[in-house]
């Protein structure tokens, strides 16, 4: 070590006019030092106060430029040591040092830069605001036959990308060409996973999502599943999954995702349909995810189900039903919900018998897999009567949303139980169903549901209500009475911000329920007439008329 204090005494005495050589006697010999200990070099180097000699050193660019670099990125190892340089001015030397050609230098600055900004993400959005990146990805394609270098930039990269600021400058750069040119040269399973670990983040931003599709990152994704499909390898399992993975997200963004359908003959869709009736789990999961994505439009959902996607994602369900795989499950459900959606689609899936299938999950404890059913179940039925009757007659089920509707941990699986109630309600139109529903209890979670905090699921509450005491008032009655049906309506009309859907469906279920005596005298009982008198003026004229003939109800029932 005394060495290492005559070394930081010659260094600052003549950093500003020393010659190279005597220069370099003391960098190598704080290298060596920190090589040794570095914990304590790097403290006895922040004692001396030679970094703030340290940003000259880097500017005059000299043989000894590297040895600065490298001596940076050694004591920036310490987390202690992080601020003193960024305080002694060694970012913006290191930033401009990126231009250099001498490759040495190059990945000593790289290593500085990465070490000190390491885990700061204020100090790493400063680098993106000075222009690393395009900096960083011209390196990386000039560089790339370079071990070292190639893994210096990926790192940085890995780190860079995670921030949302870097995403827009990445998106202007070659990187997606780069990074695809580098990932078919690599042999090394490593490697590949550090590229990998670049391109997942940098593929969530939707411009280089397209920009990797046109560099050929499909096809060498493809390959690797293929590869690696059928091995038990630990190395080829984690690629597979994470090539997979890879491929789901490059299908989330909509210029992409239909880029790679291609009107049905896109090749990946071909390939993912060959996933679906896989022994493999992940490529069962990524199949039924990848068609989940291309059914978010309604031209590739009616051209999948004219070519028999629904059967394939049934027997894929079925294999899954005991003891299945939730993630699987979830997968396929959601790719049938989507599929359900566009109106030609419904009939054509209930006819395949997807009802059915879907309600072997009821007994599913699985909160995501139960979102997924129930959502499934509630496009299916809309606009099918028929279909909304049988299955609202199903006491299994209706008992089943019963209980869900109370699943208070699980919001979506809440408000998704409620909606397809009121749903079997509202497309069945049928005292059948309306019975059922009454005698499982679900009046009280209807009423509820119409002081949702969400416009579109108090309406339906109020629709399905107006049925109820439209077509089975007497059954209903007692459990109207006990839900405070009317203290709520009363709410809904006063309130200001209630929309004037709300407002017109609360007075038509008002009048509706003037049939029931309980129910009349409670209406009676708080001044509904001075509340509709009001919404007479309502600037809505549908609410303004539904108000007067509301207004005529109550004067003649009074």
């Known amino acids: 070590m005394d060495n290492l204090s005559d070394a930081l005494k010659k260094l600052k005495l003549t ?14 010999c704080l290298l060596q030092a920190l090589a040794q200990n570095n914990t304590e070099t790097s403290e006895k180097i922040l004692e001396s106060g030679i970094l703030r000699l340290f940003p000259n050193l880097l500017t005059s660019q000299s ?35 990126l231009n250099f050609d001498d490759q040495e230098v190059l990945l000593q600055t790289g290593r500085a830069l990465g070490n000190i900004c390491y885990d700061s993400h204020i100090l790493q959005t400063q680098l993106i605001s000075m222009g690393v990146i395009p900096t960083l990805v011209k390196l990386l394609g000039i560089h790339c036959v370079n071990a070292a270098l190639t893994e210096m930039c990926l790192v940085a990269f890995g780190n860079l990308a995670e921030l949302e600021s870097s995403k827009e400058q990445f998106a202007s750069t070659n990187v997606a060409e780069v990074l695809v040119q580098i990932f078919k040269k690599q042999t090394e399973h490593e490697k590949k996973e550090m590229i990998f670990e670049v391109l997942a983040p940098l593929a969530e931003n939707d411009i280089i999502k397209i920009q990797l599709v046109e560099a050929g990152l499909v096809e060498l994704l493809l390959q690797i599943v ?14 597979l999954k994470t090539a997979s993975d890879l491929l789901v997200l490059l299908l989330l ?8 359908f291609d009107g049905g003959k896109g090749s990946i869709f071909q390939v993912v349909l060959s996933w679906l ?18 059914a978010r439009n309604d031209g590739n959902c009616i051209h999948m189900v004219d070519n028999g996607i629904v059967t394939k994602l049934l027997d894929l369900l079925d294999r899954h039903v005991e003891d299945g795989n939730v993630t699987v499950q979830h997968a396929a459900l959601s790719a049938l919900r989507n599929l359900a959606i566009p109106v030609v689609n419904k009939a054509k899936m209930l006819s395949a018998g997807v009802a059915e299938e879907v309600l072997k999950f009821l007994k599913s404890e699985m909160p995501p897999v139960q979102f997924k059913l129930l959502g499934t179940l509630r496009m299916l039925i809309d606009a099918q009567a028929d279909a909304a009757e049988q299955l609202g007659k199903n006491v299994k089920l209706v008992e089943r949303l019963v209980e869900w509707c109370e699943a208070k941990d699980h919001a979506g699986v809440m408000g998704e139980s409620n909606r397809l109630l009121s749903a079997l309600i509202r497309h069945s139109k049928s005292k059948d169903v309306i019975r ?3 005698q499982s209890g679900g009046v009280k979670h209807l009423v509820t549901m119409a002081t949702s905090e969400h416009v579109i699921m108090q309406n339906e509450a109020l629709v399905a209500l107006g049925l109820i005491a439209a077509l089975e008032l007497g059954t209903a009655e007692k459990d109207l009475e006990n839900a405070k049906l009317v203290q709520v309506l009363h709410r809904l009309l006063s309130d200001e911000r209630s929309a004037p859907e709300i407002k017109y469906n609360s007075m038509v279920l008002i009048c509706a329920v003037m049939g029931s005596e309980p129910l009349h005298k409670e209406v009676m009982t708080l001044a509904f007439m001075d509340v509709v008198a009001k919404l007479r003026s309502h600037e809505n004229k549908t609410v303004a008329q539904q108000a007067s003939l509301t207004e005529q109800r109550l004067a003649v029932e009074s």
Do not use: W
């Open 253 to 260: 963004g909509d210029e992409s995702m239909q880029k790679l």
């Open 277 to 294: 009736p896989s022994n493999n789990h992940q490529l069962q999961l990524a199949g039924a995810l990848s068609i989940a994505n291309f």
């Open 63 to 97: 043989s000894c430029t590297a040895k600065v670099a490298n001596i940076v990125a050694d004591v920036a190892k310490n987390e202690f040591m992080r601020s003193p340089c960024v305080d002694a001015g060694l970012v913006p030397p290191l930033v401009q040092l």
């Open 436 to 438: 059922v529903i009454v």
């Open 226 to 239: 293929e590869a690696t499909e059928n091995s038990d390898k630990d190395e080829d399992v984690a690629q």
């Open 15 to 28: 950093a500003a006019d020393s010659t190279v050589d005597s220069l370099e006697g003391c960098l190598d």
